[in-house]
């Protein structure tokens, strides 16, 4: 409705603040109700987000470095049935009462499914959503039926993991070369930024052998992907390596 990623009023991400301040700002009251009524009374949580530009790779990502959630995590990526980022990152005591590591931290199995076109109700989207939750609740028998296998996006199959954000080093306007989920190799240029009389300025090469989810360049609103315009230090492209076959 409001066109950001953050929350509107204080400007605070949901995911990123204290849980237990029920008496503090409205993204941390949000995020008491969110896990007092929603997280710590369930099982399995379905975290879906969306990437901004309508050709961004749908994809997951599962942290299995919890060994009370890995198995439950494998399962659900597995039937989720996307492009699979694996990490394994202990939560460390110390860490935030955030949403996600207060779930890590109870046992309850999060993942995070990264759909596409955040202002649109469209396909692939909607559809892949709609099949992979239902995969997920017929994995776990919640209701009958057999797992649907997704269809209608490319899948880089396998154990992935991210690389880094890829940023532009001079500011410009931005052109790409290949859609994400496409094979790059180490030190192919994967985007072209160029001044207002068509020279270009920069050419942006891809670190590592591997492939890009999404371009979310041009920031406006504190979203992505609202224009094409690119800024010296801007996020270009976000960068993962395929490791090995499943499962992690
Ligand atoms: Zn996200």
């Not at 590591?101 to 396909?123: C, H, K, Q, T, Y």
């Not at 992979?132 to 880089?156: C, H, R, S, T, W």
């Not at 199959?157 to 496409?182: C, D, Q, S, W």
């Amino acid at each position: 409705m409001h066109h950001q990623y953050l929350s509107w009023i204080d400007n605070l991400d949901v995911g990123a603040v204290r849980t237990d301040r029920p008496e503090g700002n409205t993204t941390e009251r949000l995020a008491h109700a969110l896990w007092e009524q929603a997280y710590s009374a369930t099982d399995l949580v379905v975290n879906i987000h969306c990437n901004t530009r309508p050709d961004s790779l749908i994809y997951q990502w599962i942290n299995v470095g919890n060994p009370a959630t890995r198995e439950r995590l494998v399962k659900m990526a597995e039937v989720f049935g996307v492009t699979t980022i694996v990490s394994d990152r202990e939560i460390p005591e110390d860490a935030t009462p955030t949403l996600g590591n207060m779930a890590a931290r109870r046992g309850v199995p999060v993942i995070l499914e990264e759909l596409i076109d955040g202002r649109w109700i469209s396909e692939p989207s909607t559809g892949a959503g709609v099949r992979g939750v239902l995969n997920i609740m017929k994995a776990f028998d919640m209701i009958d039926g057999e797992i649907e296998p997704q269809q209608g996006f490319p899948v880089v199959p396998g154990v992935n993991r991210f690389h880094g954000v890829v940023r532009a080093g001079r500011g410009g306007l931005i052109r790409f070369f290949k859609a994400p989920g496409e094979r790059f190799e180490e030190g192919e240029t994967l985007a072209e930024i160029y001044d207002l009389y068509g020279d270009v300025v920069e050419e942006v090469k891809m670190p590592v052998d591997g492939y890009v989810w999404a371009y979310p360049c041009g920031s406006s609103l504190g979203t992505s992907g609202g224009l094409q315009a690119v800024q010296t230090g801007a996020n270009v492209a976000y960068a993962f390596t395929h490791e090995k076959d499943w499962p992690p």
